[in-house]
């Protein structure tokens, strides 16, 4: 939302700002939303049919119970019960994950899908799932959120860019938002929102691109 309301400054526009389940937003681009913010991790498949500015690496993380007691190992998740939010990147990995499980022999992950991340964060507490698996960012403010009573193990997996989507048609306001972004990463704004949420300082980008590969 800081993020949302800066970009909104720098264009001298007022910003509103919509919650809405993570699998519903892209859907919503063009149509019910103007930008999306949220963890979009930048893919072929999602620039096939939106724009997407580049500003922020992010990586995947596994959370756990405080003292991880049912031993979960990130490298061995076959069978588990694993929570995930409902479309996105961490979603997709769990069910390719799952299905090398079913081909190698194994136990299929179960996969316990929900709209938003703290129902996710919620049933691990709760001992429903054993880990909920999710953007590096947002595990770790999912677990600061807990009190102490959850952690990360593994550390920060396959970091990616992620991206701040506009509608595919919408030129003017792509080159907007790209400007704005470069704007405040330029006058150190950008920086100055992580340290705020206490976010790595190198987890910013220092270009904003549009539609970067690989």
């Known amino acids: 939302?800081?993020?949302s309301k800066a970009l909104g400054r720098v264009l001298?526009?007022?910003t509103e700002v919509v919650d809405g389940e993570f699998a519903s937003l892209l859907p919503g681009i063009g149509s019910?939303?103007?930008?999306?913010i949220s963890s979009f991790t930048i893919n072929g498949e999602r620039t096939a049919s939106y724009n997407m500015i580049s500003y922020i690496t992010v990586g995947s993380s596994y959370a756990v119970k405080t003292g991880n007691p049912e031993g979960f190992n990130p490298d061995d998740v076959c069978g588990k019960s694993i929570a995930v939010q409902t479309g996105t990147y961490q979603d997709e990995e769990l069910a390719g994950f799952s299905a090398t499980c079913e081909a190698d022999g194994k136990e299929k992950i179960d996969i316990l899908q929900y709209g938003r991340q703290s129902d996710a964060t919620t049933n691990v507490v709760g001992g429903k799932a054993v880990a909920f698996y999710a953007d590096s960012t947002v595990a770790d403010y999912a677990s600061t959120l807990t009190n102490g009573q959850m952690e990360i193990v593994g550390g920060i997996r396959d970091a990616a860019p992620q991206g701040i989507v506009v509608a595919q048609d919408d030129t003017?306001?792509?080159e907007a938002i790209q400007k704005a972004m470069q704007s405040l990463m330029d006058d150190g704004t950008w920086g100055k929102i992580l340290d705020a949420w206490g976010i790595e300082a190198n987890a910013?980008?220092?270009?904003a691109e549009l539609n970067p590969q690989g």
Not at 32 to 36: P, R
Not at 204 to 207: E, G, H, K, R, S
């Open 32 to 36: 019910k939303y103007d930008v999306g």
């Open 12 to 14: 001298g526009l007022e």
């Open 204 to 207: 910013a980008l220092t270009t």
């Open 1 to 3: 939302m800081d993020l």
């Open 172 to 174: 003017a306001m792509t």
